[in-house]
């Protein structure tokens, strides 16, 4: 138990008494788990193609039941979940990565540079994200997977696409935090005693605007997860031999009749990831905003 | 009201411009030549493929390339569809009903449901209702608007059968018959999209109800004795909505994303259905197209939210 005081023991103990927010995290830490060593326990193939049992129910050997090539779906669920959950959090590092620098820039600058950054961001907001998405990966699909693979290139392009969509959000809390902060008497004593713009940002700034970037951060896993799998489901993100979530709800599609448990097992995988990160945000929120003091 | 308006149209004028840089610099950095294939057909002289280059204009800076671009989209030349064989406005103008009535209706919807669960919630904070939605809420913007579709067409079409899941711009018939067809049709797509937004509204709405009712002249308001509802009514909510408008415009972009999969799992013939076909036919004149569509409904339904602000609260207007 971490001693009452310190500040990251404090954001614990209010963290805690948001009971949602908890059983969030250990529902997230178990799928985290599960899509981690899940692949190590359950040795299924997931390309194992047999006819004989194709589009079961679930059953004792197959316990999430079959596609419609008779694969398992346990196992291409436990390998795309992977795939899924790696993209919201490699998006959320680039948003995040983007939207700091472009905040802390913005924030330490005054005149023509910030209002020329903010005007950047403001625009970016209004741009639609999906159809460009849909726009920059049918441009670049093709002479990026050449230049570095097919998955990778795929995987790279997701990502920084996703991520180079959602970094304004962050960029304006860092700027609203950075034009507060940099006002403090104690930013004033560190640059009293000579410190360079950089290192006052690294040590002082930077830190005490944490609390809403972590929070932002976290909601932006959810945000990609679900842009992520949007993309695969209409059949323009991963390739089918890679069944991410999305995909695998893209090719259950059209057999919602006969086989409801593959698109079910799929769907329900994406809603709970992102229902439990956007309940832990909001945990988070309410144990980082100090005016929710109680 | 209407130098208000004025300013705000010219406020658009930037932005789209914006826009139209970012959607060319995209193009523009794209790999691939459209000439390309001639370059790599034998039978063409290298001449011949310079001379077309020439001709378009492709060796030309940047600057200027984009400058004629623009000219063009400005006079409706928008380019030709080589897959639906015709002009790339009047494809558009032929699809973009359909969404515009899908987008329109869900909002509608959207507002009905959001805004008394919001004022209710907000007006009983921490009672049983309002955990009930806000959990609700919480689910309602988890949900990712294909796993809705795919559920409302699981529960609604294929397990009760009451509405059929694929939408058909030829029903028959006319009068009633036609409007409870057109009803029955649409009110999946409607209200997938209708849901996604209603929950984060009801939890916009919730918050800046409870945060005005703390305010003197709401007290003010008590104290002369009005009774509750008036007081709700009257002076709480249309305060309280003046943040919830920005809130929702800020949201406005997300929600294109939710009617192109909307479009694409009930089959609706609309601008979103047709993006996501012209990229899987690479047609690419049609995809600029949509997207700078896309872009352009932002803008206006910005411009609509700045209206409605302008009218809720006054001292915008005459500023």
């Keep these: 138990m971490a001693e009452r005081g310190s500040p990251a023991g404090e954001i614990w103990r209010r963290f805690r008494r948001h009971k949602l927010a908890v059983a969030s995290a250990v529902i997230l830490a178990l799928m985290a788990l599960a899509v981690a060593f899940g692949p ?27 596609d419609d090539l008779g694969q398992d779906l346990l196992a291409r669920m436990l390998y795309g979940g992977r795939i899924s959950l790696a993209v919201g959090l490699a998006a959320m590092l680039v948003a995040v990565t983007v939207g700091t620098a472009i905040g802390a820039i913005a924030g330490m600058s005054r005149g023509s540079i910030d209002a020329a950054l903010m005007w950047l961001t403001d625009l970016f907001l209004s741009l639609p994200p999906l159809p460009l998405l849909l726009l920059v990966i049918y441009l670049f699909r093709e002479p990026l997977t050449k230049l570095v693979g097919l998955e990778l290139g795929t995987f790279i392009l997701i990502v920084v696409v996703i991520g180079g969509f959602r970094w304004m959000q962050v960029a304006r809390l860092v700027r609203a935090q950075f034009l507060t902060l940099r006002e403090k008497e104690f930013v004033e004593a560190a640059r009293a005693l000579g410190m360079t713009s950089l290192r006052l940002v690294i040590r002082h700034i930077l830190p005490n605007s944490l609390g809403p970037i972590i929070v932002a951060g976290t909601i932006d896993v959810a945000a990609a997860i679900i842009a992520e799998s949007t993309l695969s489901f209409l059949g323009l993100g991963f390739p089918p031999d890679i069944p991410t979530w999305g995909r695998i709800l893209f090719d259950a599609k059209d057999y919602l009749d006969i086989a409801p448990h593959w698109a079910l097992f799929a769907g329900g995988a994406i809603f709970l990831a992102v229902l439990s990160i956007n309940f832990i945000g909001d945990g988070l929120r309410d144990a980082m905003d100090p005016r929710t003091q109680a | 009201m209407g130098r208000y308006l004025l300013r705000r149209l010219l406020i658009a004028v930037p932005s789209l411009l914006g826009i139209s840089v970012v959607l060319f610099v995209v193009l523009a950095l794209a790999p691939g030549d459209p000439f390309g294939e001639l370059a790599s057909n034998p039978n063409v002289p290298p001449e011949v493929g310079a001379a077309l280059r020439a001709k378009f204009g492709l060796d030309d800076p940047i600057a200027l390339r984009y400058l004629r671009w623009l000219s063009a989209m400005l006079h409706g030349d928008w380019g030709f569809s080589f897959v639906s064989r015709m002009d790339v406005d009047t494809l558009i103008l032929q699809r973009l009903p359909a969404t515009l009535f899908i987008i329109g209706s869900s909002q509608v919807l959207a507002l009905l449901i959001a805004l008394p669960v919001g004022v209710y919630s907000a007006v009983r904070p921490y009672s049983i209702f309002d955990h009930i939605a806000n959990l609700l809420a919480f689910i309602g913007f988890s949900l990712p608007t294909f796993f809705t579709g795919l559920l409302f067409i699981l529960l609604f079409s294929i397990y009760l059968d009451w509405l059929p899941f694929v939408y058909r711009t030829d029903i028959g018939g006319s009068g009633w018959h036609w409007y409870w067809e057109q009803f029955k049709q649409s009110a999946m797509p409607v209200a997938v999209l209708a849901l996604l937004q209603a929950a984060s509204w009801t939890r916009y709405v919730r ?38 408008v920005t809130l929702v415009a800020l949201q406005m972009p997300g929600l294109f994303g939710g009617a192109i999969v909307t479009e694409q799992i009930f089959r609706i013939p609309g601008i979103g259905s047709l993006l996501i076909s012209s990229i899987l036919a690479n047609d690419t004149p049609v995809i600029m197209a949509v997207t700078f569509v896309f872009a352009c409904l932002v803008i206006l339904f910005n411009l609509l939210a700045d209206v409605l602000y302008g009218w809720l609260d006054p001292r915008i207007a005459y500023r």
């Design chain 1, 40 to 66: 190590l326990l359950w040795r299924v193939p997931i390309n194992d193609i047999d006819f004989s049992s194709h589009l079961e129910g679930p059953s004792w050997n197959h316990p999430f039941g079959t």
């Design chain 2, 207 to 244: 918050s800046s109800v409870l945060e005005v009712s703390r305010l003197d002249y709401v007290t003010t308001a008590r104290a002369k004795g009005l009774p509750e509802r008036m007081v709700v009514i009257k002076h709480v909510v249309r305060n309280a909505l003046i943040p919830v």
